[in-house]
T-cell receptor, first 112, second 111 residues
Framework: DGGITQSPKYLFRKEGQNVTLSCEQN?????MYWYRQDPGQGLRLIYY???????QKGDIAEGYSVSREKKESFPLTVTSAQKNPTAFYLC???????????FGPGTRLLVL | RKEVEQDPGPFNVPEGATVAFNCTYS??????FFWYRQDCRKEPKLLMS???SGNEDGRFTAQLNRASQYISLLIRDSKLSDSATYLC????????????FGSGTKLNVKP
């Protein structure tokens, strides 16, 4: 089955804790993106990566970190420095030279 | 100023109605344009790309006006299943493809 998987579907974070959200794709897409969506708002870009071992900060990167060690995987870590992490996190991919983004099912992060 | 602006709605329409959504974008360097559909608590899914010549897919018609930096989506013969939030998205190709999302327009189609 081709596609983008994100896990877990729901994630609970305690104060001061780092948590990692998984994004895996078998579409062979080069570019991968992480977005955050808050209620009633558009998606905001956290980080993006065009190739393995390279990634760039998006508009709201503070308090987040990523890695891109494999083409298929682009995990996002929400660190304790992110003071308001409760949101819907979406991973997306795009073919090189492609115009369209495709989204994973998302992870909903809640703070306990 | 936001890169992409949309009327948040909600638009409450009866089944069978025609409804139109509008979207404006601020960056004249924007190169690609899209409408995505997002159901409640789900990921966005591509509805259609938008071209200067306009394009149609069944009951859906999208138009782009580059001079006015304006994008529209027309839905004819609305179905209950069209109820969702519609996101306007623009793409700016600088040194990397970055996508900018509107906050979405909510559509409720009533029986």
């Amino acid at each position: 089955d081709g596609g983008i998987t994100q896990s877990p579907k729901y994630l609970f974070r305690k104060e001061g804790q780092n948590v990692t959200l998984s994004c895996e794709q078998n579409l062979n897409h080069d570019a991968m993106y992480w977005y955050r969506q808050d209620p009633g708002q558009g998606l905001r870009l956290i980080y993006y990566s065009q190739i393995v071992n390279d990634f760039q900060k998006g508009d709201i990167a503070e308090g987040y970190s990523v890695s891109r060690e494999k083409k298929e995987s682009f995990p996002l870590t929400v660190t304790s420095a992110q003071k308001n992490p409760t949101a819907f996190y979406l991973c997306a991919t795009r073919k090189v030279n492609g115009e369209t983004q495709y989204f994973g099912p998302g992870t909903r992060l809640l703070v306990l | 100023r936001k890169e992409v602006e949309q009327d948040p709605g909600p638009f409450n329409v009866p089944e069978g109605a025609t409804v139109a959504f509008n979207c404006t974008y601020s960056n004249s360097a924007s190169q690609s344009f899209f409408w995505y559909r997002q159901d409640c608590r789900k990921e966005p899914k591509l509805l259609m790309s938008v071209y200067s010549s306009g394009n149609e897919d069944g009951r859906f018609t999208a138009q782009l006006n580059r001079a006015s930096q304006y994008i529209s989506l027309l839905i004819r013969d609305s179905k209950l299943s069209d109820s969702a939030t519609y996101l306007c998205v623009v793409n700016i190709v600088d040194n990397f493809n970055k996508f900018y999302f509107g906050s979405g327009t909510k559509l409720n189609v009533k029986p």
